[in-house]
């Protein structure tokens, strides 16, 4: 069976599920549910494994890659095998990338049900004996000591919303003490002028009431005062 026949069985049963609207749990690709590797034929020659990486990278991340390669030469045979972080991009490869053309071949992609860990050799360097097990993938780095005495950010936020809080508490107690000092000072006044401390009228009320901030207090003294029928600034 040539490769052109093999592409074809495999898009035939992919649009025979399409058609008849087959549930997920009932299809074919559930052969291989324990296993996140893929294998890719009729690759060219010429691509490495970053080439492989960059293409079938879409669908999911590769933990790794294994091209392989003659012994002697080192040049590629045309065939790979793939594996994914999570076994549900083995699907999205097969459906998408088998049949279609890459560097003019139409490339072949199936489930590997079983991989099968190749073939380590006594005469084999080092280097590549620990690239055949371990094969090519993007691996996360370990964190240096830098980022390991990094603080804490929950720790960050958690400081910086209680700074905010204390702030605001302060802010409402000077808040309070300016109106105890504002209305100590209004009565004492009313009682200099012949009044009384609990007769305040709602225009003198509408007065004692802080309706800009940014005052200070003594320029709504004046302003009292001067309500009052005072010409002269507040005295104290």
């Not at 091209?67 to 030469?73: F, K, P, S």
């Not at 280097?127 to 929950?154: A, F, M, N, Q, R």
């Not at 401390?197 to 001067?226: C, G, P, S």
């Amino acid at each position: 069976m040539n490769i052109l026949t093999k592409i074809r069985l495999i898009n035939e049963l992919n649009y025979k599920e399409l058609r008849h609207g087959t549930n997920p749990e009932n299809s074919w690709h559930m052969q291989y549910k324990d296993s996140a590797w893929i294998y890719a034929g009729n690759l060219s020659y010429k691509l490495t494994e970053g080439d492989i990486l960059a293409v079938f990278s879409q669908f999911g991340e590769i933990s790794n890659v294994n091209l392989v390669r003659d012994r002697e030469t080192g040049t590629s045979k045309g065939f790979c095998f793939i594996c994914y972080e999570d076994q549900r991009s083995t699907i999205l490869a097969v459906d998408n990338f088998n049949g279609m053309e890459l560097c003019n071949r139409p490339v072949r992609v199936d489930h590997v049900e079983e991989y099968k860990v190749p073939k380590i050799h006594d005469d084999m360097e080092p280097e590549i004996k620990k690239l055949k097990i371990e094969g090519v993938g993007p691996k996360t780095p370990e964190p240096s000591d830098s980022e390991e005495e990094l603080p804490d950010i929950d720790a960050i936020r958690d400081h910086r919303k209680n700074k905010v809080k204390q702030e605001k508490e302060k802010r409402k107690e000077k808040e309070k003490r300016l109106q105890r000092e504002f209305r100590c000072s209004l009565a004492l006044f009313r009682a200099a002028e012949g009044g009384y401390y609990d007769d305040l009228t709602k225009d003198e009320e509408k007065t004692m009431k802080r309706k800009n901030k940014k005052k200070t207090r003594y320029e709504e003294e004046n302003e009292v005062f001067e309500a009052f029928g005072g010409s002269a600034k507040c005295p104290w």
